[in-house]
């Protein structure tokens, strides 16, 4: 038996079906455990499935740092925006993507940056996730489930990575006072929702031109409020490790 209060799942994430990130909080929910991830797997796949287990044990499941790194995004809906419907949003959700441009744009090559965003811990050994768009997808995915309450999974965002960009792409862009930036999109249709991750070259006027490096940025827009941006800036690991411990003291308060 085991006697732990919760379980903080933070597992490698599955694309594809969740797993094993799914079966470990159905175990810590079902034996009486809050549980708390930055997983986004478990949240796209089994999010409906999850929660009302929670409900049925009086235990929560909380997963603020699964996008945005624990920038208040699901519990901004959750806890201060009662009744209010996203209509659609619009941001920079990957991280290692928008380092990568952002020293592409300073000069280094593709291979470059991206073995600089492994060095410091931040692309995977294998960084095809990040770079052929699957992280954003799923974080839109995740998005979408939770706060439009349309299942979404990843395969069903329209996806583009940042791969097939040159740095001659990157340059000339710079030149003319541009930036590409991998960019995220959802938005309520009359026929169900259009998604989408892929690159956008923007001026200076879009609100997503200055999120630079690490930082990310993701602006709502509802049917009661105007635009509410929530921008985080230079994320590490210490605001993903605050994202899990603010969902705990709001799981046992």
Not at 103 to 119: I, N, P, R
Not at 122 to 134: K, L, M, N, R
Not at 143 to 161: C, H, Y
Not at 195 to 206: G, I, K, Q, W
Request: charged letters at 20%.
């Amino acid at each position: 038996a085991c006697n732990a209060d919760v379980l903080f799942e933070n597992t490698p994430v599955s694309y594809d079906d969740g797993q094993p990130a799914i079966e470990h909080i159905s175990t810590a929910l079902s034996t009486g455990m809050h549980a708390i991830t930055a997983n986004k797997g478990p949240v796209v796949h089994a999010y409906r499935e999850l929660t009302k287990l929670a409900h049925a044990h009086k235990r929560k499941f909380f997963f603020e740092s699964a996008v945005m790194d624990g920038a208040p995004v699901f519990s901004l809906w959750r806890e201060t925006l009662p009744a209010a419907e996203l209509q659609s949003f619009r941001g920079i959700l990957n991280s290692t993507t928008n380092l990568i441009l952002t020293l592409m744009e300073q000069g280094k090559t593709f291979e470059d940056a991206v073995a600089y965003t492994q060095s410091i811990g931040i692309a995977e050994t294998d960084p095809s996730g990040d770079i052929e768009g699957w992280d954003a997808a799923i974080k839109v995915s995740a998005l979408v489930t939770v706060l439009m309450g349309i299942n979404l999974k990843p395969s069903g965002v329209e996806r583009k990575g940042i791969e097939s960009l040159l740095s001659e792409d990157i340059q000339s862009a710079s030149a003319e006072g541009k930036r590409w930036k991998l960019v995220c999109k959802a938005e309520r249709t009359d026929s169900g929702i259009e998604t989408s991750v892929r690159p956008e070259l923007l001026d200076p006027s879009d609100p997503l031109y200055n999120v630079m490096g690490t930082s990310s940025a993701v602006t709502f827009h509802s049917d009661t409020l105007g635009p509410l941006t929530i921008t985080e800036s230079d994320p590490g690991p210490h605001t993903t490790a605050y994202g899990l411990l603010a969902d705990y003291i709001n799981a046992v308060r």
